[in-house]
């Protein structure tokens, strides 16, 4: 039987990532947007805690299990920034080239340009479900003034991985999705979904 799942987002890039990832799975897959959730207020310090709140607020509107990420780029240069306030650290409303544009110039005096994308992901069986499954992953890089590529979202453009030689918009989905953060923390999660 096909396991009905909400996707606790309304980010485009993330969907489309999770649609490749688990749609072979055989979830059936909603994008909140489909229920008409609207998003979810993100007040936490933590990834873990804003990623539980989005899982949480969309499985109580549906009442279906619901699945959230949080995510985000850690600069190690400026103490782990912009990190959890990835999505709005430019401002709002959230806008991925000015995000990319303030990353630069704020990194630009700095030679330590080594980064990390972090991802948390929460499944939650229904809103108020007492275990959580939860599961994280992390791909370091470097980040790069210049843009290339136009696949994936966010900071792809300018997020390099130096053993491909590649910024992560350069590479094709099923390339990013076999070595992204949220591609380890879904398959890790898939595996402890396995065994709950
Ligand atoms: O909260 P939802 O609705 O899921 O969408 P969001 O875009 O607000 O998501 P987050 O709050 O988790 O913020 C994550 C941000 O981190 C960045 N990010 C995360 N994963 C990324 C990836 O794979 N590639 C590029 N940027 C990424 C990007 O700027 C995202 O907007
Ligand atoms: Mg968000």
């Not at 873990?48 to 959230?68: Q, S």
Request: aromatic share 8%.
């Amino acid at each position: 039987m096909t396991q009905k799942l909400i996707l606790a987002s309304n980010n485009a890039g993330k969907l489309k990532e999770f649609g490749e990832l688990l749609g072979p799975l055989g979830f059936e897959l909603h994008a909140q947007g489909e229920f008409n959730v609207p998003e979810a207020e993100e007040p936490y310090h933590t990834f873990i805690e804003n990623a539980l709140t989005k899982a949480r607020h969309a499985a109580r509107l549906t009442g279906l299990p619901a699945l959230a990420d949080d995510s985000g780029v850690c600069v190690n240069a400026l103490g782990g920034a912009p990190g959890v306030y990835s999505a709005r650290y430019a401002g709002e409303p959230k806008s991925d080239a000015n995000n990319n544009a303030k990353l630069i110039a704020d990194l630009a005096p700095h030679a330590d340009k080594s980064a990390y994308y972090y991802c948390v992901l929460v499944f939650v069986r229904h809103a108020d479900d007492p275990q959580p499954v939860i599961a994280d992953g992390r791909w370091n890089g470097e980040i790069v003034a210049e843009a290339r590529g136009s696949n994936g979202f966010g900071y792809d453009p300018h997020f390099l991985i130096p053993s491909l030689g590649k910024h992560t918009a350069e590479l094709s989905s099923d390339e990013k999705n076999a070595l992204s953060h949220r591609g380890q923390a879904l398959r890790a999660l898939v595996e402890k979904l396995k065994s709950a």
